[in-house]
């Protein structure tokens, strides 16, 4: 904890009942020094109670008589061993009222074009619960005939770099437990950024690849250099024959 709890509400007592410098109130209380003049001067935080630093267990008085003799010095807030070791709690994504909606179709998204990925690792992408996700695997949603699967980047519900590396972390875990992976799944495992940067693969037409290399000379069209032969025209006595006529 770098600041203490209800710092707004502490500031208005440090500025009620000391007298430290606004410098060193907005230090301790993690806010600007603009705005505890403005405490000071009735213009901000108007109607707040002041909390009790002292009382709370946030702050020495030790620490405030040092800061009222020196100007310079920068008040410490009290160690609390119960907070030792306290981290941030850890929970789902937090989502929008107005996304919360297409949840649902960003699973179902995520189910059918990446199964490798653990409910675990879908829940931290868009926000929601194992529950959830266990329904819409099953089919067993309350809404599932009327769920369309959407891109959960396309929904911004999360960033395609996110997706990205759950998809990998998901490919190492499934290589390291000594399972294959189909064509379509390394296909998935390429970035949007390298997969548009990719040439085309060329493809051959069908039915070329059966015709070997005799069979493609015998199918070779005939010369047709001499105009005789291209038109079939007879040769010899007949046309002779017509010049004597003549």
Same mark, same amino acid.
């Given at each position: ?11 208005? $007592? ?10 060193? %109130? ?11 003049? +403005? !405490? ?5 935080? +108007? ?5 009790? &630093? !002292? ?6 008085? =030790?620490?405030?008589?040092? +800061? ?16 030792? +070791? ?9 989502? *929008? ?6 949840? &649902?179709?960003?699973?179902? $998204? ?7 990925? *653990?409910?675990?690792? %879908? ?12 329904? %819409?695997? /099953?089919?067993?949603? $309350?809404? !599932?005939?009327?769920?369309? *699967? %959407? ?28 399972? =294959?992976?189909?064509?379509? /799944? ?17 493809? !051959? ?28 025209? &007879? ?5 002779? /024959? ?5």
């Amino acid at each position: 904890m770098t600041k203490p709890i209800m710092a707004r509400a502490t500031a208005v $007592w440090l500025v009620d009942n000391t007298t430290l410098t606004f410098r060193q %109130i907005a230090d301790f209380c993690g806010m600007h020094e603009l705005e505890v003049q +403005g !405490i000071a001067d009735g213009d901000v935080a +108007g109607g707040v109670k002041g909390f009790d &630093p !002292i009382a709370n267990s946030q702050l020495d008085q =030790v620490e405030i008589d040092r +800061g009222e003799k020196d100007p310079l010095y920068r008040l410490k807030l009290k160690h609390n061993p119960n907070a030792a +070791g306290e981290e941030k709690r850890r929970g789902p994504r937090y989502t *929008p009222l107005s996304k919360r909606q297409d949840r &649902p179709a960003a699973i179902l $998204w995520l189910v059918k074009f990446h199964p490798e990925l *653990p409910d675990g690792a %879908i829940g931290k992408l868009v926000g929601t619960t194992k529950p959830t996700i266990q329904s %819409i695997r /099953e089919r067993t949603h $309350w809404n !599932i005939q009327n769920i369309t *699967p %959407i891109d959960p980047v396309a929904l911004g519900l999360c960033k395609q770099s996110e997706l990205d590396a759950a998809v990998q972390v998901a490919a190492r875990r499934k290589a390291a437990e000594g399972g =294959v992976m189909s064509d379509d /799944e390394r296909r998935k495992l390429v970035s949007t950024e390298q997969s548009l940067g990719m040439a085309p693969e060329p493809k !051959i037409p069908e039915g070329l690849e059966v015709f070997g290399s005799e069979e493609a000379e015998e199918k070779q069209p005939s010369d047709f250099s001499d105009a005789e032969s291209f038109f079939n025209l &007879p040769s010899g006595g007949q046309d002779d /024959e017509d010049e004597e006529d003549r």
